[in-house]
């Protein structure tokens, strides 16, 4: 399934000016994977990333009967490392402690429950912030992920804290959705579908199986289409069961290239503008002010 940032104010503010005191070429010396970097190193990587760190937000789940149940952690870290390769900051190791409890029926689901879905992220951002990364953004390979981030962002504001949450949410690029429907040969294309698969080749390519694509349906079997305007947990289910929509038999390294590539060049102008920003951390300061003593809050003109 298919694409997600956080912030603390007054001390990233006083140091601001030591950041443009970096020196030429540094960045492109210093590891970007977390996990890469020395204790030395860490200390002048958050400095170099102004801040910034990013989660890659996957998920272990079936992905057809043809690509590996990681699909969406490479995904989601490969776009993120080539993106900070371009755009310096420093990315965390692949995270997979999302939502997926409408797969726990297929073998290889990893479904934590929901408090420790919600604790965990909020403890790594906690860890993160209190690191110095204040500016943690969330790029998601998961799109069963979407609607907790979304959850999540917002309840960032539940407690008082000093660095910020901001999840990528790239828009769709008209002209690379042009090129990539005029490569495309199917029109159901979702979970392990055309070009999801497509963009696997690109990234694990000794990870995907498409002669086996077709092993199984990924047809959309609409149990649940005689009742309209309602949400439910067994939606996907009752569409998917194989948990697998689309034919990844399909799949081409061109519509890979052009979706990831988009992806990447999109979260490069999102690191760029989020290191330059301050409004974030400046209004989440002023709302856990006011919301410490909101009788006393000046209501706007
Ligand atoms: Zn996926």
Not at 19 to 41: C, H, K, M, N
Not at 44 to 55: F, H, K, Q
Request: glycine fraction near 8%.
């Amino acid at each position: 399934m298919k694409i997600h940032i956080i912030l603390g104010c007054a001390a990233l503010l006083a140091t601001a000016p030591l950041f443009a005191q970096r020196q030429p070429g540094v960045s492109s010396q210093l590891p970007i994977r977390f996990e890469e970097l020395t204790t030395p190193d860490f200390i002048t990587a958050v400095e170099l990333s102004e801040g910034v760190c990013i989660v890659p937000f996957g998920i272990l789940e079936k992905h057809g009967p043809h690509l590996p149940l990681g699909t969406d952690i490479y995904i989601a870290r490969n776009i993120s490392l080539q993106a900070a390769g371009r755009e310096y900051c420093v990315v965390f190791p692949e995270y997979y402690f999302g939502q997926i409890y409408e797969a726990k029926h297929q073998p290889g689901t990893i479904a934590y429950s929901p408090e420790t879905v919600y604790r965990l992220l909020q403890e790594t951002c906690a860890e993160l912030g209190r690191n110095g990364f204040k500016k943690i953004i969330i790029v998601n390979g998961h799109g069963g992920n979407r609607f907790f981030i979304h959850y999540f962002c917002q309840a960032q504001l539940a407690e008082a804290k000093d660095y910020a949450v901001i999840f990528f949410t790239p828009t769709p690029n008209p002209e690379v959705a042009e090129k990539v429907s005029g490569l495309k040969e199917t029109v159901e294309d979702g979970h392990a579908g055309e070009s999801e698969t497509s963009e696997m080749l690109v990234i694990r390519p000794d990870l995907v199986h498409p002669e086996r694509a077709r092993e199984q349906s990924g047809e959309n079997w609409q149990r649940l289409h005689h009742i309209s305007d309602i949400w439910t947990g067994i939606w996907w289910y009752a569409r998917y069961p194989n948990h697998y929509s689309g034919d990844g038999s399909y799949a081409k390294k061109e519509i890979g290239e052009l979706i990831i590539d988009d992806s990447v060049n999109q979260l490069v102008r999102l690191i760029k503008a989020v290191k330059k920003d301050d409004e974030i951390l400046k209004l989440q300061k002023r709302f856990f002010h006011e919301a410490e003593d909101p009788l006393n809050t000046k209501q706007q003109q």
